[in-house]
């Protein structure tokens, strides 16, 4: 079967998988069958096959599984966004579909992605002016800069900064991976990078400080900084380059965490969430509350506590027992509801997905390609691990959102433009190979 | 690049592998305690949904009762309690906002109706929603009344049982809440400094006084090393462990036997006969009627303290150095609840057996269906021959003794006072004792804090008064 046939195929269960939850959540709300849930999954599958034969035509080689793997986290986001508020379910749609607009004239508009690298600085530029802008247009929500106001809606310019560095960070490191390696020297028995080429990773690990004090916002600074990380280990095999890294911005966290009461709070509260349960640590520990009532299989689509029994004053603020359940928390709502078992689920298809973007960039040819593939892949993949880790308290908590699940349509739509470009590398790489195979054969 | 791409995606594992693990600590090795958890409201929230099951009193009468607010998915019960405060602390609270205590705690299984996983399933595969079953308390609201009437706003608590069974026929602890007032008083009622949300019956640790001395003359006969008719001199004062010991009004007594040392609550008498039993044995004895260990009583463990010798907050015990003579009338550094002297008084009565306390007799499930709860045997404190002479010698303390206060016309009463003096001309007053002493039907303790009176005149008359109505009511059933 081609590829693109199991791609199509593939896109099938998940529509299915559509079907039967949003049946599920209107059993509970209404108790009653009603065949809007097969006309919900009509809809989904139908944008999914238009999309499908975009890719067919013009990224006929692309990795078959990256597309049906995202829409099916997108199809969970749906289902439990559904379940949290129609309205809520409604404007996620139609964010989708833009989402799948952006990601279809990605795909048709820019016919050789190789024509970023020439334009990398002034990607790089956008990228940080994107970064700083909330600063300046936004406000800050939970004390953090996330988002720029435009007219009706807000625009959290983060996600679409995360395309633009990486894209920068994949060129910059593929030019100079080799000044890097050989210029190399054993100082004190640290391999430190040259002198003079220091200063540009120096940038980047002040631009991660910048994010983390002047917009504040601790969870895009660990993913961009992550991100940056596994690409410099990628380019250059140099792990002492990762370690020192890691001490540079573990160092300027430790210091901020000391200086800067925003970022000192998170540290405390992720040490002991329910010393103030009911204060500053109150958004943690309900989480974990909600995930402990999960247990296994979870209390079932519709079925958990998400807002206070008796109250009528709307969603989702003022009746939430557990803040922000569909945006920073919704993980926590889908072990509730699903268990550990719809956790497991969602993280595994995260990893499924990073496999399939670094098998990507082991294919690609090119080192721009390569590096491309595995920033784009790690970004995303770390942006999961960010927000998961924060309300499973692995890690401090932090307000990025769960990619295709979560709502919020600047994250929707920047993650399909990342998928796009994630895709077409797929595509050059596997059609090389192809054409290899069928010379080879014939 | 390759193998470095392989060993990042095999790092992005691990950390995928911690966020699989972290999950199910939380969803499932963890979830227990953080269901326990005092800041966690989920498990009552979702219970105020459930239907929570009537508490009723021996008589059938509602002590608790849920009422539906709002409808449909809205639609939450909230707790009434149509008495009041006369059953205010042994049946506690439940209210979102201020949790559960008491039997509304303990019983909180069956008032919400949770089953094993299995049967909830099946519940709901066949549409039943969760309805919680009825739980019937043996309090017996006539008694209840009587304590309270008796006490008469004193602060102080009366805890009657039944001997045979281990039913807590009254449990009192004044003064008393009404856990009406509990969602909008609660700050007020927790610092008032007369404790009110403090439940005396269980929590309070009181020095016994005079009535411990039932426990030293368990020990004394039971052990073999006396008789009823054992003499010893009830001169007073006598040096005990050095420190000069009187008798109640420095009355002089002279070589007595047991009856007669009991019925007149002789102090040097019994402090001898303490420190002649020695403290391994006395121990053995205390803890044979449930010192030194947690009630086992149907209610929250941390409402309930144990009885017991006390250095600050740890408990002593027989290697410790103690003064035995004294705890052998009820002195020295001596705790006990009254829950723990009513298990005494009734153990006597019950032949020696001690059976175990409960505060729940039955459960009625929503179709209708009643099971009833077994009484349970704690211990065989002493044999049937000892209690049998304890009985007698308890019955000449009513009869001519301290404790002609708690006489009821036409029954045979036996008990014993107690009064320990907390400051000059400050007691806690104490009565235990059960009736009839020749068929007991009911065995009390009655203490009053701080009061000038002396435990025969303060505590008789409340004995006798809950006695009555327990009596009239068994005899009307």
């Excluded at chain 2, 299984?109 to 929603?129: I, Y």
């Excluded at chain 2, 073999?224 to 006598?238: A, C, K, M, N, V």
């Excluded at chain 2, 420190?243 to 609550?265: C, K, R, W, Y």
Aim: charged residues 15%.
């Amino acid at each position: 079967m081609s590829a693109r046939s199991r791609e199509l195929f593939a896109l099938i269960p998940v529509a299915l998988l559509v079907t039967a939850g949003f049946t599920a959540v209107l059993i509970t709300n209404s108790a009653q069958l009603s065949n809007l849930s097969v006309l919900y999954g009509g809809y989904f599958l139908a944008l999914c096959v238009a999309v499908h034969l975009v890719i067919r035509i013009r990224l006929p080689d692309a990795d078959p599984y990256l597309f049906p793997l995202v829409a099916l986290l997108a199809a969970f986001g749906m289902v439990m966004l559904f379940r949290l508020d129609e309205g809520l379910a409604r404007d996620q749609a139609n964010w989708f579909v833009l989402g799948l607009i952006l990601f279809s004239a990605t795909i048709i508009f820019l016919r050789d992605y190789d024509a970023l690298e020439r334009y990398r600085y002034l990607i790089a530029l956008v990228g940080i002016v994107l970064l700083i802008m909330p600063r300046f247009l936004g406000h800050a929500t939970n004390d953090a800069f996330l988002a720029v106001d435009l007219g009706p809606i807000t625009f959290q310019p983060t996600e679409l900064a995360k395309i633009c560095i990486v894209i920068f960070l994949a060129s910059y490191l593929n030019e100079h991976r080799e000044v890097l390696v050989v210029g190399a020297r054993n100082v004190f028995g640290l391999v430190l990078p040259p002198l003079k080429h220091l200063g540009p990773l120096l940038v980047v690990w002040g631009a991660a400080m910048i994010l983390l004090v002047f917009i504040r916002d601790l969870g895009s600074s660990v993913m961009f900084f992550g991100a940056f990380l596994a690409l410099l280990y990628v380019a250059t095999g140099r792990l002492s380059f990762v370690i020192i890294g890691l001490l540079l911005f573990v160092g300027g966290a430790w210091f901020f965490a000391h200086t800067a009461a925003h970022i000192q709070d998170r540290f405390d509260i992720w040490l002991d969430p329910f010393k103030d349960a009911g204060g500053s640590g109150y958004q943690l520990s309900q989480s974990i509350f909600a995930q402990a009532d999960g247990g296994l299989f979870g209390r079932g689509l519709g079925e958990s506590l998400v807002q206070l029994p008796g109250c009528n004053h709307g969603f989702p603020d003022r009746c939430a027992i557990l803040p922000a359940p569909h945006t920073d928390f919704i993980y926590a709502v889908i072990v509730d509801e699903l268990g550990l078992f719809g956790g497991a689920a969602v993280v595994l298809i995260y990893a499924l997905i990073a496999e399939r973007g670094f098998k990507t960039a082991i294919l690609a040819e090119d080192g721009f390609s390569k590096l491309l593939a595995t920033g784009l892949t790690a970004i995303f993949a770390l942006q999961a691990f960010v927000i998961i880790g924060g309300v499973t308290r692995v890690i401090p908590l932090t307000g990025v959102t769960l990619p295709f699940i979560s709502y919020g349509g600047s994250s929707i739509v920047a993650n399909f433009i990342l998928l796009a470009l994630l895709l077409m590398v797929s595509d050059k790489a596997r059609r090389r190979v192809r054409l290899q195979n069928e010379r080879g054969i014939g | 690049m390759n193998r470095q791409i392989i060993k990042l995606f095999g790092f992005l594992l691990i950390l995928y592998a911690l966020l699989f693990g972290f999950t199910s600590y939380w969803s499932i090795f963890d979830a227990d305690s953080l269901k326990a958890n005092q800041a966690n409201r989920r498990p009552l929230l979702e219970e105020q949904q459930i239907k929570r099951g009537s508490i009723l009193a021996a008589d059938g009468s509602v002590i608790a009762k849920s009422i539906p607010q709002g409808s449909g998915n809205n639609k939450v019960y909230v707790r009434r309690y149509p008495q009041g405060g006369l059953f205010g602390n042994p049946i506690g609270y439940s209210f979102v906002t201020q949790g559960r205590v008491g039997f509304e705690l303990s019983h909180n299984d069956e008032l919400v109706g949770n089953k094993t996983e299995f049967l909830s399933v099946l519940d709901q595969l066949q549409g039943h929603s969760q309805v919680g079953d009825n739980v019937q308390s043996a309090l017996d609201p006539a008694a209840q009344e009587a304590a309270v009437n008796g006490l008469a706003g004193r602060r102080g608590s009366v805890v009657a049982l039944d001997p045979s069974t281990g039913e807590v026929r009254a449990m009192v602890s004044i003064p008393e809440y009404d856990p009406n007032q509990i969602p909008k008083h609660f700050a007020q009622l927790n610092r008032d400094q007369s404790a009110p949300l403090f439940n005396r019956a269980t929590q309070a640790g009181y020095p016994p006084g005079s009535t411990m001395k039932v426990v030293t003359a368990t020990a004394a006969l039971d052990s073999g090393e006396f008789t009823p008719d054992s003499t010893l001199s009830g001169r007073s004062p006598i040096e005990i462990e050095g420190v000069p010991l009187s008798n109640s009004g420095g009355e002089q007594f002279g070589t007595i036997d047991m009856t007669t040392a009991l019925t007149n609550s002789v102090n040097t008498w019994w402090a001898q006969a303490g420190e002649k039993l020695g403290k391994d044995t006395m121990f053995k004895y205390m803890d044979r009627y449930g010192f030194d260990a947690k009630p086992r009583l149907d209610y929250p463990s941390f409402q309930l303290a144990t009885s017991g010798v006390y250095d600050g907050n740890r408990l002593l015990g027989p290697s410790d150095t103690i003064d035995i003579g004294r705890v052998a009338i009820g002195q020295e550094r001596l705790r006990v609840t009254p829950l723990q002297m009513a298990e005494v008084a009734a153990t006597v009565a019950n032949k020696g057996e001690l059976m175990e306390p409960r505060l729940w007799s039955k459960v009625i499930d929503p179709d209708g269906r009643e099971t009833n709860l077994d009484p349970a045997r704690q211990s065989r404190v002493m044999s049937e021959d000892t209690a049998d002479e304890l009985n007698t010698m308890m019955q000449s303390v009513v009869r001519e003794g301290t404790g002609t206060a708690a006489a009821v016309s036409g029954i045979d009463v036996a008990g014993k006072t107690g009064t320990a003096e907390i400051s000059t001309g400050v007691n806690d007053a104490w009565f235990i004792g059960f009736a009839p002493a020749s068929d007991p039907q009911i065995a009390i303790a009655c203490v009053v804090e701080h009061t000038s009176g002396f435990g025969g005149p303060t505590c008789g008359p409340i004995f006798k008064a809950v006695a009555e109505a327990i009596l009239n009511g068994n005899d009307d059933g």
